[in-house]
């Protein structure tokens, strides 16, 4: 563990930008199974440290660690999580800060870590520290294995000379943890832990640094716009929309003809509302390859959000003749058909959706949503319940199950799902509003007008101008 000078006062606990937290919460004994199995043990001429997992290429695995834990000439071995002792037959030294990179081969399988987002990181937010702790003795003590959990205190607005960032707290980081992961409570990687606050006369004053996993990640770009497109589809799939643009600007940079990075770029913009930068993207994508299915697929999507249904239905009906199989176009183009209230069209198309992917639980709930608003009440609990056997934590389901419950006058049932679509969507603005409805209809105006200011309230903040509205106007009627 290397020392790091003391923070500047106003530092320790500064707000820090971006302070979305991710939804789901592992427990922390999953986190440390994560941990457990990415994390390796790195031995040679030096004390020791840790590293972990990063990829697999054919039987080559890549480690990622501090460079300050293999800058010594000489041989190195990797201690997996098995007990298993792997030679490295490669370490290189990544410019800009405190990183290294290792590599070994073996047949034997190990997990590779998922990274996560570090600019996304939140103050007080809980993260875990995982590495091998390296006794100053070994005739007194082993190396052993350590997962430390802590809390985020603050972030450097620039990193230090060695690339160091995230500080956070934890009651231990011992020596030869450096290079071990940091992560979130969802076990992915934000940092790599390497340094201590304080000196070799005051020794650690219970802060730590790690360096950002962006910065890693920015680092094995370079001019490959391949792997600028990879990194830009990982962060669409985290719901980082600015930080994937900025990856595909760059692959498009490299290389200006890449349909896909288009394409995908187009998605990040429409998820992030901008349509009609989305609809320029696709375009562009099509342009380059006429025979793009996805894009035209991805254009339709964002039409339909525009509400401009014939040229939605158009664009996922060439989809379709480019990839008759394409299962998520028969879905899509069923929804359109669905707003546009052509139900038999729909539901022609969510079936056809269905024999192509028969676990597709977006396609049963969409089929479900059509049956409802034919009246087909049971049917499209039917369809709700193939849904969640599929995809059991999907809160938009048990609330459109729960509107046909209601529908029914089953409204203990309704109630029923409502619970369980905020309980796993705590932020359903939407699931509030409708469990109050539910509320009303069983004469419960109490708990009724608590579920709408709850529902107002969720909805003023996520801009759902809709649901506020309607939220409001029942609290002002119950309270008249």
């Known amino acids: 563990m290397k020392f790091s000078p003391a923070l500047p006062t106003a530092l320790i606990g500064a707000a820090i930008a971006a302070v979305q937290l991710p939804f789901s919460v592992a427990r922390a004994e999953d986190v440390a199974k994560v941990a457990r199995e990415i994390t390796v043990r790195i031995d040679g001429p030096a004390a020791g440290g840790s590293g972990f997992i990063v990829e697999l290429e054919g039987n080559t695995y890549t480690v990622l660690t501090n460079w300050h834990v293999v800058d010594r000439e000489g041989d190195y071995t990797v201690r997996t999580g098995d007990g298993q002792q792997h030679r490295v037959s490669q370490i290189r030294e990544l410019p800009g800060a405190d990183l290294a990179v290792l590599s070994f081969t073996t047949s034997r399988r190990y997990r590779v870590a998922e990274l996560g987002d570090s600019d996304r990181v939140n103050l007080t937010q809980t993260v875990y520290v995982a590495g091998w702790f390296n006794p100053l003795s070994e005739q007194v003590l082993k190396p052993s294995y350590s997962f430390i959990d802590g809390k985020i205190t603050s972030v450097l607005p620039q990193p230090n000379e060695r690339g ?245 006058r089953k409204h203990e049932r309704a109630i029923a799902d409502y619970n369980r679509a905020i309980l796993i969507n705590p932020d359903y603005a939407l699931a509030y509003y409708n469990r109050g409805v539910a509320h009303l209809n069983v004469r419960e105006r109490l708990r009724a007008i608590e579920d709408f200011r709850k529902a107002a309230e969720l909805s003023q903040t996520q801009g759902e101008t809709e649901i506020y509205q309607r939220a409001t106007n029942k609290i002002q009627e119950l309270l008249e």
């Not at 038999?344 to 059509?370: C, H, M, S, V």
Request: glycine residues 8%.
């Open 164 to 408: 160091y960032s995230l500080v956070y707290n934890t009651p231990g980081n011992y020596k030869g943890m450096s290079g071990g992961p940091v992560l979130d409570e969802q076990g992915k990687v934000l940092g790599i832990n390497g340094e201590a606050v304080g000196n070799k006369q005051t020794g650690p004053v219970g802060l730590y640094l790690a360096i950002p996993i962006n910065t890693f990640e920015r680092s094995q770009i370079g001019e490959n716009a391949e792997e600028a497109w990879n990194r830009g589809r990982a962060r669409l799939d985290l719901g980082n929309y600015e930080r994937a643009i900025e990856y595909f600007n760059k692959a498009i940079s490299l290389n200006p003809n890449y349909a896909d990075a288009y394409n995908d770029r187009g998605r990040a913009y429409r998820r992030r509302g901008s349509h009609e930068r989305a609809i320029e993207n696709f375009e562009r994508a099509i342009s380059l390859n006429p025979n793009h299915a996805e894009a035209y697929n991805n254009r339709g999507f964002a039409y339909s959000d525009l509400r401009s249904y014939e040229r939605a239905i158009a664009d996922f009906n060439q989809a379709i003749s480019i990839k008759p199989d394409y299962a998520l176009a028969y879905n899509n183009r069923g929804r359109a058909y669905r707003l546009q209230e052509n139900y038999e069209r729909a539901i022609a198309d969510f079936n056809q959706a269905i024999r192509l992917n028969p676990d597709y639980a977006l396609a049963y709930n969409n089929r479900g949503l059509a049956y409802r608003s034919q009246g087909r009440y049971e049917r499209a609990i039917a369809d709700f319940n193939r849904a969640l056997g599929i995809s059991p934590d999907s809160a938009s389901v048990y609330n459109n199950r729960g509107l046909a419950y209601r529908k029914l």
